[in-house]
């Protein structure tokens, strides 16, 4: 059985790693926009990573206490860099390891890391002297200053990296998004 769904990607620069949980009965292949991710429970039989087709088998039968756990699969980095943005498609194709099998159980989680909107908060090195600035990924980001944590203005122009002015020991900072 193929499964497939379509997700949005804003920004796939922003995307640090992807975390894939698959609970299967019995084998699957999974695939981000076309390229496959990993197997699990499934091989082609003659040769290790070779063609899998509609009637490949899975290798073995998962039992009832298997068949309802998820298993991690990795997502290799190159494949993270692969994401389009806007549209792109997570596929899935079920096996069974019996041809007269009478169940089928999928469940796919697929969860994306940011890279965090805060890189670095002190710049050390002769071209910033050991003075605090700070630093973001994400333009979408907006920083905000307060003197008592509950009056927060956003601060006009700040683009990253900013650099406090030494006359303002005395800030908050955060950013909203």
Known sequence: VYFRRHFQVPD??????????????????????????????????????GVITYSTLATRIVDNAEESTFVNMPVPDDLVQELRPGDNVIAVE???????????????????????????????GRE??????????????????????????????????WRPESDRAEEFYRWRR
Not at 111 to 119: D, L, R
């Open 12 to 49: 796939p620069a922003l995307v640090e790693r992807l975390i894939l949980s698959l609970m299967r009965d019995d084998g699957a292949v999974v695939y981000l926009n076309g390229t496959e991710v990993g197997r699990n429970n499934i091989d082609s039989g003659t040769t290790p990573g």
């Open 94 to 124: 079920v096996h069974q390891a019996s041809v007269t099998s009478s169940d089928l159980v999928l469940d796919l989680e697929l969860t994306a890391s940011f890279h965090p909107p805060v890189e670095h908060v002190l710049g050390i």
């Open 128 to 161: 910033t002297d050991g003075a605090p600035f700070l630093y973001w990924l994400d333009p979408r980001w907006q920083l905000e200053t307060s003197t008592n944590l509950s009056d927060w203005l956003t601060m006009p122009g700040a683009s990253s990296p």
